[in-house]
């Protein structure tokens, strides 16, 4: 009896591995398999982790550069959609840096010349960009791998600390970041951040939208509100100028929904358009801005999915992935062409630490940096 009952638990032991190895297996509703992010990346652990709410959408993120790598929401058609370009293994990410749905920081966008001025003394950062940083430079936050806890099935938390000296700027960084999925296909972002010496701060996440249920559709027809009536201009090395220009009667003016096409074919030869080769611009969010005013909204004509945009930040980058250039393959085999994606960033302005007139991003220690970001998707009525 007893040589039956070992024979039995032996059995229920390889069934019970045999199950957990097939969970461990098992592809995301996106069809992201974890075992593909599972990796040793400047000798801390990569993975994959899941949110879930109870009406069934699913966000993906991995803790390299705390990226969101899918979003999977419904479209009008009830059919579950994936509204972000990504990879779908870290080696991808890790071999040819980007800034694919990352959490950037120190700063997100560009500091003129990698050099600020902080307390009468130069910082200087390391270039990556030109002549200029942008995001960080290449030790940028997108480039590093977060400390996560996974809380719950709807809660993912992200923590790093970023040394003092880290790409030059100053003081020791205790960051952290929360993703939290509501069951009305709500993703919540908060950021908080404190340092130990004076420094600035300017975090966001880089994430590149496509709502019409497919990245070989170019996001020209999505339509696109932006509650600001002005952007901040850029000179010819794509560094703001540090003048704030109204949008009124120009290819800028977002305050009606308008196509991005429309919008781009509106004034196409407008010099700032020319130099981005598209939109690669910081709008200036109105006063107005709370958690009932999005700061924009973007829908797709072909899948009917809405997203809104709400954030505490001041300024908000449109970018419509006029860099993209065909040569990286992403999630399913399909290559990102110019148009391919369409980025919200919620930010500070960029070069701030050189624009004294403009909100400051200077963090000091013993006080505590945060910023939230919502990005809540729907149907277009």
């Known amino acids: 009896m007893k040589k039956n009952s070992l024979g039995i638990l032996s059995v229920l032991v390889l069934i019970w591995c045999s199950c957990s190895n ?4 098992q ?10 992010f599972q990796s040793i990346v400047k000798g801390k652990e990569t993975d994959l982790f899941t949110l879930k709410n109870a009406s069934g959408m699913e966000i993906c993120i991995t803790n390299y550069g705390g990226r969101i790598v899918s979003i999977m929401v419904p479209d009008r058609d009830g059919k579950l959609q994936d509204v972000v370009l ?21 700063f997100a966008n560009r500091i003129a010349y990698g050099k600020f001025p902080l307390d009468g003394d130069t910082v200087s950062l390391g270039l990556n960009n030109g002549n200029h940083t942008i995001h960080g430079g290449a030790e940028g936050w997108q480039n590093q791998v977060f400390d996560a806890e996974q809380v719950a099935d709807s809660l993912l938390l992200l923590r790093y600390v970023s ?3 880290e790409a030059g700027f100053p003081g020791e960084v205790h960051v952290e970041v929360s993703f939290r999925l509501e069951d009305d296909h709500t993703l919540k972002i908060d950021y908080l951040a404190k340092t130990d010496k004076k420094t600035v701060i300017n975090m966001t996440n880089h994430s590149f939208f496509n709502l019409s249920g497919g990245p070989k559709n170019a996001i020209l027809d999505h339509v696109l509100l932006v509650n600001a009536d002005a952007y901040t201009p850029l000179n010819g090395e794509l560094i703001t100028t540090g ?9 800028f003016d977002f305050t009606n929904p308008i196509s991005v096409e429309a919008a781009l074919q509106r004034d196409s030869l407008h010099p700032q358009l020319q130099l981005a080769q598209g939109f ?7 006063d107005t801005r709370s958690p009932e005013v999005p700061a924009a ?3 797709s004509p072909r899948t009917g999915i809405l997203l ?11 970018y419509t992935g006029n860099m993209l250039d065909g040569s990286r393959q992403g999630k399913g085999g399909i290559f990102y062409h110019k148009y391919a994606g369409l980025c919200l960033e919620p930010q500070h302005y960029p070069d701030s630490p050189n624009k004294p007139n403009w909100p400051s991003t200077i963090l000091e220690p013993g006080n505590t940096y945060t910023s939230s970001s919502i990005y809540r998707f729907g149907l277009k009525e």
């Open 22 to 25: 097939h969970r461990e297996e």
């Open 27 to 36: 592809k995301t509703v996106s069809g992201l398999e974890r075992k593909n």
């Open 86 to 106: 990504g990879f779908d293994n870290i080696q991808e990410y890790v071999v040819k840096p980007s800034s694919f749905g990352a959490t950037v920081g120190r």
């Open 163 to 165: 040394k003092d000296g």
């Open 243 to 251: 003048d704030i220009e109204n949008v009124a009667s120009t290819a």
């Open 280 to 286: 690669d611009h910081n709008y200036v969010l109105r």
């Open 297 to 299: 909204r973007v829908y």
């Open 308 to 318: 809104d945009v709400y954030t505490t930040e001041p300024g908000l980058q449109v």
